[in-house]
């Protein structure tokens, strides 16, 4: 129909989503799944009256000063948007949402699968077992450490820092949090949580530092060296947050040297390459991006997607509009 909005969308997204895409707009769907590359994604953007990118599509300046005159809208397909230019978007009048709430609780849940799998050495005992080599239950073997009366340090309470300090409470952790404003005082008793306005005098007292504010410019290395090299050597330092919030190498030099006591990672600096040195640490617990990686989530994504551009297509504010 002339006139439905042209929707391009740069992934596969769940079926049910696809199917009332096309239904509501003139969608164009990536049936095959093949990443964009930056010709691509300029040819999208001067046809589409709304681009749908995910996290794994780069729509800085140049894509978006590609576009032509009747690209509105960005519906990005996730919560973070640090790899859409938003500002050269709001320079050319074109509006930006993207879809929180609904991955919150698939994101904790990852956090604390990377904390159980880390202190437990699960990945570890697994690669045994599959090798061949277990040779029955030892009283001393392959023996991790317990979450009761731990501390742990929320870097970024928001709604999943909040999500991951009510599942780390129930395993019996002390809860701690650096956060660019404090949390409210009723989120603090009900979580029994303790503010510290300065990162670095939380991070030594911490045994598990767990990522989860959003990139930045600011955040960028948050986690430096140095930063890193301040930690416990028992402790542990989770991230399901983004990769480049991390320094990447100087993790996995801490980690070979044995400084800090091992890692849970669910994002990667460079993603989809890995850290060499971090592949060949047996405390170092790695996924592939799964944070979001529930049906639940991703349909719900996919339903914040449709409802932002049905909104914007029918000269309402969206309701997730980062900017406009």
């Not at 060499?276 to 719900?300: D, Y």
Request: with cysteine.
């Amino acid at each position: 129909m002339k006139d439905k909005p042209l929707v391009i969308v740069t992934r596969r997204l769940p079926e049910g989503i696809e199917a009332r895409l096309s239904e509501l707009f003139g969608a164009r769907l990536n049936l095959d799944d093949t990443p964009m590359d930056a010709t691509a994604l300029k040819a999208a953007v001067k046809s589409a009256t709304v681009l749908v990118p995910t996290v794994t599509d780069k729509v800085g300046t140049e894509i978006i000063e590609a576009a032509g005159p009747q690209l509105k809208l960005i519906a990005n397909f996730g919560v973070g948007f640090n790899h859409i230019d938003v500002k050269t978007a709001r320079v050319r009048g074109i509006a930006v949402t993207n879809t929180p709430g609904v991955l919150t609780d698939a994101t904790a849940d990852i956090t604390m699968t990377l904390l159980l799998m880390v202190t437990r050495r699960a990945v570890e005992g697994s690669d045994v077992l599959r090798s061949g080599k277990f040779g029955g239950w030892n009283p001393t073997w392959m023996m991790g450490v317990g979450l009761r009366g731990r501390t742990l340090g929320i870097v970024g309470m928001g709604r999943i820092g909040e999500a991951v300090a009510q599942r780390s409470r129930a395993f019996g952790m002390n809860i701690h949090y650096h956060n660019r404003k404090r949390a409210a005082a009723e989120v603090e008793r009900e979580l029994g949580a303790t503010y510290w306005p300065d990162l670095d005098r939380m991070i030594p007292e911490m045994d598990v530092v767990s990522i989860n504010c959003p990139s930045t410019p600011e955040t960028y290395h948050l986690m430096s060296a140095e930063r890193i090299g301040r930690m416990k050597r028992s402790a542990y330092l989770i991230n399901s947050a983004r990769g480049d919030i991390v320094d990447e190498a100087a993790l996995a030099e801490a980690l070979d040297r044995g400084a800090i006591a091992g890692a849970g990672l669910d994002v990667f600096e460079k993603e989809p390459k890995v850290e060499p040195k971090l592949l060949a640490q047996k405390n170092a617990v790695l996924l592939p991006h799964l944070g979001s990686s529930t049906i639940e989530a991703r349909t719900g994504m996919g339903e914040k997607v449709i409802a932002n551009i049905l909104a914007f297509s029918g000269g309402q504010r969206p309701p997730d509009l980062v900017t406009s």
